[in-house]
C-alpha cells in the first residue's frame, strides 16, 4: 500500500523568508502527485499537481513543487512567503492505477510578521 | 460554479446515538469520496464511489459505517451507535472519473460526540 510522509507537522517561519515542506512516498512505477492547501475554516484546494514531464511544476500563489524519483520526494517551495499562507499543507499521491488518493499528514506553516 | 456541499457544518451528538453527514457533489462529477480527519491528523479515506460501480468500502472502520449515494449523485454517511473515537472532520471530494484529476473538497462536517 502506498504511504506518504510529511516530515515536519509544524513549520514556523518569518514573513518574506523562504519556505520548503517535505514530502516522501513509498517508492511505485507510476505516480501522480498533488499538494493540497487548506485554509483555516475552510476546504482542501489544490495547490499543484504532477503528472508527467517536467519535474519542476508551478502552482498558484507563488508556490512550486519538484518531482525527485530517485529520492521519491516531491517538495513544496516558496521563495518568499505571506503572512497569508499561513494554513495546512497536504501532500497526496495516487499510484499503480488507483483512483484514491493517499495523503500525508499534514504541515502546517505558520508565517509570522 | 458550485462547488462541493456538505451539511450540516457542525453536529454534536450523544454517545450511542446516529448521525446522517449529507454531501452535494460538483455537477458532472462521477467519482466521490469520503475522508475523515482526526484532530492533528491526516486525511483517512473511508469510502469511494465512480458512476455505478459497487463502491471501494476498503477504508470503513467498522459495520457503524456506511454510505449510500443515490441517482449518482448526493451521497449520505451514516455513522450507527456513535463513539466518542468519531468525533472528527468528515470530509467529502468530488472529481472527474480519472486517476490524474484533483478533488474538490467541501468544507466539511464536524462531529462530536459527547
Known amino acids: 500500500a502506498q504511504s506518504v510522509t510529511q516530515l515536519d507537522s509544524q513549520v514556523p517561519v518569518f514573513e518574506e523568508a523562504p519556505v520548503e515542506l517535505r514530502c516522501n512516498y513509498s517508492?511505485?512505477?507510476?505516480?501522480?502527485l498533488f499538494w493540497y492547501v487548506q485554509y483555516p475554516n475552510q476546504g482542501l484546494q489544490l495547490l499543484l499537481k504532477?503528472?508527467?514531464?517536467?519535474?519542476l511544476v508551478k502552482g498558484i500563489n507563488g508556490f512550486e513543487a519538484e518531482f525527485n524519483k530517485s529520492q521519491t520526494s516531491f517538495h513544496l517551495r516558496k521563495p518568499s512567503v505571506h503572512i497569508s499562507d499561513t494554513a495546512e499543507y497536504f501532500c497526496?499521491?495516487?499510484?499503480?492505477?488507483?483512483?484514491?488518493?493517499?495523503f500525508g499528514r499534514g504541515t502546517s506553516l505558520i508565517v509570522h510578521p | 460554479g458550485a462547488g462541493v456541499s456538505q451539511s450540516p457544518s457542525n453536529k454534536v451528538t450523544e454517545k450511542g446515538k446516529d448521525v446522517e453527514l449529507r454531501c452535494d457533489p460538483i455537477?458532472?462529477?462521477?467519482?466521490l469520496y469520503w475522508y475523515r480527519q482526526r484532530l492533528g491528523q491526516g486525511l483517512e479515506f473511508l469510502i469511494y464511489?465512480?458512476?455505478?460501480?459497487?463502491?471501494?468500502k476498503s477504508g470503513l472502520p467498522s459495520d457503524r459505517f456506511s454510505a449510500e449515494r443515490t441517482g449518482g449523485s448526493v451521497s449520505t454517511l451514516t455513522i450507527q451507535r456513535t463513539q466518542q473515537e468519531d468525533s472528527a472532520v468528515y470530509l467529502c471530494?468530488?472529481?472527474?472519473?480519472?486517476?490524474?484529476?484533483?478533488?474538490?473538497f467541501g468544507n466539511g462536517t464536524r462531529l462530536t460526540v459527547t
Open positions: 471530494a468530488s472529481s472527474l472519473a480519472r486517476s490524474y484529476s484533483p478533488l474538490h
Open positions: 517508492s511505485s512505477v507510476s505516480v501522480y
Open positions: 504532477y503528472l508527467s514531464g517536467s519535474t
Open positions: 497526496a499521491v495516487i499510484s499503480g492505477g488507483s483512483y484514491i488518493p493517499t
Open positions: 455537477s458532472g462529477h462521477t467519482a
Open positions: 464511489f465512480q458512476g455505478n460501480s459497487a463502491p471501494d
